[in-house]
């Protein structure tokens, strides 16, 4: 176990009907509020008229920017930074996914930069602070709700890019899953990918002696596996999508993460596919998690071989480290494949012609991850793999 | 699942050495420090000159209050409020286990308050606010370091209480396993039982479809399982202290019980065990727990049979819930026992005489628990079986 610094002061207001405490939220941090959200479905569902009665009984000063996508654009950034600049805005409320929630927490950082917010994810500025940051989360899949993560693209420069910092926390976030009753089966699915994505990333490392993080790691990929079949039955499943979304938020907020080193080379990968491709984050994930485990299983046997026992349930029945994690891995892109997950490149519509030039792109700055350090041509060997 | 809200602003920093960090930790929230320790142990251990040697370094002004007993006093507090008054104290900075931790909680509170700091334990005051809090853990067992919750014993009216209160949270806990490495056999074995049984309390409950907080309680308890012979085969194994020193911290930080309802009834039970006899928290707690489990097992007979399966890893073979369970909570027992904590009322020299009134005042504001309402006749019967 490594030392480590825990901190997450991020409130989480989660379950049946908790959405009506926005505007009391809200109102306890600002007067000027900018409400952001995606494509306007939330404006089909009602939870748009629902947020801005709430946000009306407080007497709040309502400004919108809607529109922001999947693989969320810089674009849309800086036009929510320039309403907080120009109409002082004092708080940000997120309404939906993760891509609207990475946004918010950049626009309320940007708020408080003189400068272009871009600049946060080159590491020409680094955030120093922002305005107050609200989320009501749509779609379990990220973990941004309690996390000091955001990830936004620049279509200008073919980049998507993170930025990690302490002041991106949200001040509050709101998870009524019954907001994510309507979530299609599709963005459902690859909500699941990801957070399990994510847990994978802080499951496999290198860090020994890590029991109770190993443990909390399976209690959600165990969980996941369980509740997702009841979840696909029956979308609107409300005990079935709390679960699902409380294992998104525990998936991401850091804390099984405490004390060892994470890979993420995967999510790095991904990130490139998607900047090229514009695919959906979780089939990225789906297809590049299960070659990038087969490239590094020597590395960590014993560690493939436990997830197998423990989360595939599969025994051993005398087989060696590496032929148990081989049928874990397996199994993962077989799961994968069953929940409705692309598992290959070409089903998702991409071919060999660009794999060197994202490979180039993912390790500009160095190799990537902890388990093993990927160069170039390791990332060149793993994209052929998910072909 | 419950609704929940989950908000722990304490900042954690955990591991080898960490323990230099006390000066900036506390320079950075005041001048004028109170260092609150227990008997003095921190002095054989040097543990108290390594602070004050970080504490004089960033040239702060110090002030002691020590002798804070296992199942602190009041009157400790109080003599702590009247010191944080008299010098104009801003941070308290305790070092030491839970019940310095508790204290501290609570001359942190009753500095900012004008009456007498038992008016919390009574509910004649609220918290509303308090002085800087740090923490400097030494012992595996509480969660103090990093919950909200405080318990002190009076005396004079022969009471053990508990305030709960998000003002108490510490702003920053120091969680070096190193200083737990001289922490005697039976303290150690206190201080599992103590995490064994707070996971106890938030595992058995009546909250229906709780999949991931069932896993998480697993996760921990096996892990505590697992390496309690390690720690007790080798007091100063590092890493097997580490790891259980993070497993007393998650175990009582709140997360696990997030959504559901906790019972602590055995906790309000032991409570008066050590009012009345001043014996240790963990023993008492070994000893109450598996008679509470037989008490309430048809109330609940599925989870105690998952109990018997994922924690003791016993299996089903065609055996009912009750049937399974019961090996459960014999195994529960068997396992306290040896590890080497008392399970029964007589081994800690306490008879049948004042059962009566225990259970008397464990009830008195009302019946206890969640699984089943314990009202004066089932607390006695229990303690009848404790014997």
Known sequence: MKNLEYHNPTRVFFGKGETDRVGEVCAELGKKILLLYGSGSIKKTGLYDRVLQRLREKNLEVFEVSGIQPNPRIDKVREGVKLCKEKNIEVVLAVGGGSVLDSAKIIAAGAV??????DFFIDKAQVTGRIKLVTVLTLAATGSEMNHNAVVSNDETMEKLAVVDPHIFPDVSILDPENTLTVPRDQTVYGIVDMMAH????????????????????????????????VLANLTDYDARATIMWCGTLALNHLIEAGVEGDWSTHRIEHELSAFYDIPHGAGLAIVFPQWMKYVLDIIPGKFAQFTERVWKIPRNGRSDRELGLLGIEA??????????PITLRAVGIGEERLQEMAERATRKGPLGSVKKLHKEDVFQILKMCL
């Open 332 to 341: 993962t892109r077989q799961w994968f494949s069953e929940i409705g997950a």
């Open 113 to 118: 930069y003189d400068g272009d917010p871009w």
């Open 199 to 230: 847990v994978f990333e802080q499951y496999f490392h290198p860090t020994p002696e890590t029991p109770l993080q190993d443990r909390l790691c399976e209690a959600i990929m165990n969980t996941v596996i369980e509740y997702t079949p009841r």
